[in-house]
């Protein structure tokens, strides 16, 4: 079946570093959403990504969906202490008959 | 606060008892998704109710159920609970649940203790 996998699973950053975590689908997605949940919090919308080559930016935040609409990533910029939790990201697809696929997501934690 | 609503909070039980575990999604929210998010893991979809209706299904386990009322509430039923089952179970909503993906708003979570 249809599988999302990102890395890194962890990510340890001084604050003021930039942070990256990667999304990649074992099918064609129909979309892709990020969501961000803090410790002891529940997952809370980020972003959704629709188009091929999509570019989204918040603030600090830059969301990428790949060309083949397969892959996805989440940029931040200078990060600060408020960035700390998990990113996940979560995917549709026909493959998987529609029905949502989280990643297992990237935990960040930024060092003051 | 994402205006789903899940009772209750904490819920510590022992092996082989049920329990019940009820969700209230948004106003004018007409889908209600549920996930079991164990300790140190991600979020492993359950299932989905579209306005009544079983909608999608994921790794949910047989002792497990759930069902979506008229007035769109949500309960899931664990029965013959192990250990294993201990984690936090979330509830979310959206506004259709279509395939393209509508915005999840997720309640705080139910947190199950199996002893």
């Known amino acids: 079946g249809q599988q999302v996998m990102q890395i890194p699973q962890y990510q340890h950053v001084q604050e003021g570093e930039d942070f990256t975590t990667y999304c990649n689908s074992s099918?064609?997605?129909?979309?892709i959403q990020w969501y961000k949940q803090r410790p002891g919090g529940h997952p809370v919308f980020l972003i959704q990504l629709v188009k091929s080559g999509e570019v989204k930016k918040q603030k600090r935040l830059t969301f990428q969906f790949g060309e083949a609409k397969k892959n996805s990533s989440l940029h931040i910029t200078a990060t600060q202490t408020t960035d700390v939790g998990t990113y996940f990201c979560?995917?549709?697809?026909?493959?998987?008959?529609?029905?949502?696929?989280f990643g297992p997501g990237t935990s960040l934690s930024v060092i003051p | 606060d994402s205006g789903v609503t899940q009772t209750p909070k904490h819920l510590i039980t022992a092996t082989g008892q049920r329990v019940t575990l009820r969700c209230s999604p948004r106003s004018g929210d007409l889908s209600v998704y549920w996930y079991q998010q164990s300790l140190d893991q991600g979020l492993q979809f359950l299932i989905q109710?579209?306005?009544?209706?079983?909608?999608a299904k994921g790794n949910i386990l047989e002792r497990f159920s759930a069902q979506q009322f008229p007035d769109l509430h949500s309960e899931l039923n664990l029965s013959s609970l192990e250990l294993g089952d201990s984690a936090l179970y979330f509830c979310?909503?959206?506004?259709?649940?279509?395939?393209?993906?509508?915005?999840?708003?997720f309640g705080p979570g139910t947190r199950l203790t199996v002893l």
């Open positions: 979310a909503s959206s506004v259709v649940g279509g395939r393209a993906g509508d915005t999840q708003y």
């Open positions: 979560a995917g549709w697809s026909r493959a998987s008959y529609d029905k949502v696929i």
């Open positions: 099918t064609t997605l129909s979309n």
């Open positions: 109710y579209y306005n009544g209706e079983e909608r």
